[in-house]
């Protein structure tokens, strides 16, 4: 069985602070694939990124950057400079090759201006 | 616009009665997925489809549920009965690879 444990329900920090959301899993598969969405409050799912098991590299784009690490089965996702357009609900998910999505329950993050 | 859309955007029923959302995924994906999201919570998988083939169904997935994907290409979920519990984000989502594209979803309310 797969899960997806995101601890934090909610996080307010104000504009241009850094702020970083954790996301642990959990499979029993050795090839899965992890993923974050944002979901803004108009409702719709933003994919963000994509990571594959076997690579471990950590990935920066622009203000965001990913923490991969199998040993600790965790995949934190930073927003470095916040901003209020950052304001949303993130997920973490996982998956295994092209099956269905299991989601983490989101995190809130507020950006206060 | 060449991404997921779905139909209608907002439904209110009443209780009892039958609901069909449609969802149109991207041209070239052969994968299509429901999910339903419940304030405060993360997606559910319901059902996904591989062409016109179902390939699973979440337990979630009760007989008044049922999903079909005649051609290959579009997808209408329906709800048969509806109950106050099915009141949620209904979102489709399709595929060529594993990163899944969302539509804007379907908001269903059940009085």
């Known amino acids: 069985a797969q899960k997806v444990t995101q601890a934090q329900t909610e996080i307010s920090v104000v504009e241009k602070e850094d702020v970083t959301l954790d996301c642990v899993y959990e499979?029993?598969?050795?090839?899965?694939?992890l993923f974050w969405y944002k979901q803004p409050p108009s409702g719709e799912l933003v994919f963000l990124i994509r990571?594959?098991?076997?690579?471990?590299q950590n990935e920066i784009s622009g203000r965001y950057s990913w923490n991969f690490q199998k040993s600790t089965s965790s995949f934190n996702f930073t927003i470095t400079a916040s901003q209020v357009v950052d304001s949303a609900v993130y997920f973490c998910?996982?998956?295994?090759?092209?099956?269905?999505?299991?989601f983490g329950t989101g995190t809130r993050l507020t950006i206060i201006p | 616009d060449t991404g997921v859309s779905q139909d209608p955007r907002h439904k209110i029923t009443k209780r009892g009665q039958n609901v069909t959302f449609r969802c149109d995924p991207i041209?070239?994906?052969?994968?299509l997925y429901w999910y339903r999201q419940t304030l405060g919570q993360g997606p559910e998988f319901l059902t996904y489809?591989?062409?016109?083939?179902?390939?699973?169904k979440s337990r979630l997935l009760s007989d008044r549920f049922s999903a079909e994907r005649p051609k290959g290409s579009f997808s209408t979920l329906e709800i048969q009965r509806t109950e106050q519990g099915d009141s949620a984000m209904y979102l489709c989502?399709?595929?060529?690879?594993?990163?899944?594209?969302f539509g804007p979803g379907t908001r269903l309310t059940v009085l």
């Open positions: 499979t029993r598969d050795t090839t899965y694939y």
């Open positions: 990571r594959n098991s076997f690579d471990e």
């Open positions: 989502a399709s595929s060529l690879t594993s990163v899944k594209f």
């Open positions: 998910a996982l998956t295994f090759g092209n099956e269905k999505l299991t």
């Open positions: 041209s070239e994906h052969n994968r």
């Open positions: 489809f591989q062409n016109e083939a179902q390939l699973e």
